[in-house]
């Protein structure tokens, strides 16, 4: 446990950039949000209701394609996107300008279309806690990394996006994927609902949640259940690492255990480090591989 504490301690200061921008007040950031440059298709900074205990509501970015609004009869798949330790709903926008980097790859024909959808994945206590959806420093982000979050994310952010958006319900037009901190909530998320997603990345995970002891119905397990995920199998499985990534070792581990149980899944390693520069890649490799 010291081990792993004094490993957190370390990463502390260069954990999943947060912008400045997210430090707005609640309306004048949405809007904010919305007024960015959506190149070919729209943006939506969108509140939610929130079944948590002590939070009322949280807010995602969804990014729709283009053509969303004029062809009203097609219904699209979707890409649920999770940010890191010390990241909020808008860090993929700042740290990886993702809406330009899509509509690329979509220009190009070397992506489909899909609504994009990025929620806050952090902890809070409260309404004053969440504050506009604050980002948190690393250490807490990591420690509070506990279930209650992931417990109601089928319900309150995948339902609530299919009902208010044209989507595809089924496992096969449903995609999660995460970096870091969201990578190892990916993991999880993806093993606790092993029907709700037919394609998983992750981008860097962690291997193990810290604070998973309190809620161990969440983050528990996950031998058992990814035993039952791959008794019908994702059509894409994909670990993504670096040769310098701080949590290599850990992903080498989980490696390891799915070639022993014969898990099908890809492991790609990249050089560099755990860095935003190996999450475009991941990202951009990834989205041209779904769908």
């Known amino acids: 446990m010291m081990k792993r504490f004094l490993l957190l301690l370390t990463l502390a200061s260069g954990l999943c950039a947060c912008s400045t921008a997210a430090r707005f007040y609640r309306g004048e950031e949405s ?4 007024a960015m440059p959506a190149y070919g298709g729209t943006i939506e900074a969108v509140y939610y209701p929130s079944s948590e205990k002590h939070i009322t509501q949280r807010r995602m970015v969804v990014y729709l394609p283009k053509g969303y609004d004029k ?12 940010h890191g330790a010390r990241g909020n709903e808008k860090t993929w926008i700042d740290s990886a300008d993702v809406f330009r980097r899509l509509d690329s790859l979509r220009t190009e024909g070397l992506a489909k279309d ?10 809070y206590t409260s309404d004053r806690d969440y504050a506009n959806s604050r980002c948190l420093r690393a250490l807490p982000a990591f420690w509070t990394v506990d279930g209650e979050v992931e417990r109601y994310f089928i319900d309150d952010v995948v339902r609530f996006t299919q009902q208010r958006y044209r989507t595809i319900e089924r496992r096969y037009a449903r995609a999660i994927a995460g970096m ?12 606790d609902y092993p029907r709700a997603f037919d394609y998983v990345g992750l981008f860097s ?6 604070a998973g002891k309190f809620h161990r119905d969440v983050y528990s397990g996950l ?7 791959f008794s019908d199998p994702p059509k894409l499985y994909v670990i993504y690492t ?16 799915m070639i022993r149980n014969g898990f099908p899944h890809q492991f790609v390693v990249n050089p560099g480090g755990h860095e935003w520069y190996n999450w475009i890649a991941n990202f951009e490799d990834f989205v041209q591989r779904i769908f």
């Open 205 to 210: 995970p962690y291997a193990k949640a810290m």
């Open 31 to 34: 809007s904010e949000i919305e």
């Open 114 to 123: 899909f609504i994009l959808v990025m929620p806050n994945m952090n902890r």
């Open 242 to 257: 670096a040769e310098q990534d701080f949590f290599y070792h850990h992903m080498m581990a989980l490696e390891k255990r």
């Open 180 to 191: 870091s901190n969201g990578g190892l909530q990916a993991i999880y998320l993806s093993a």
């Open 71 to 82: 062809d009203t009869l097609r219904r699209y798949p979707v890409l649920y996107l999770i």
């Open 223 to 229: 031998r058992w259940k990814q035993k039952e995920q």
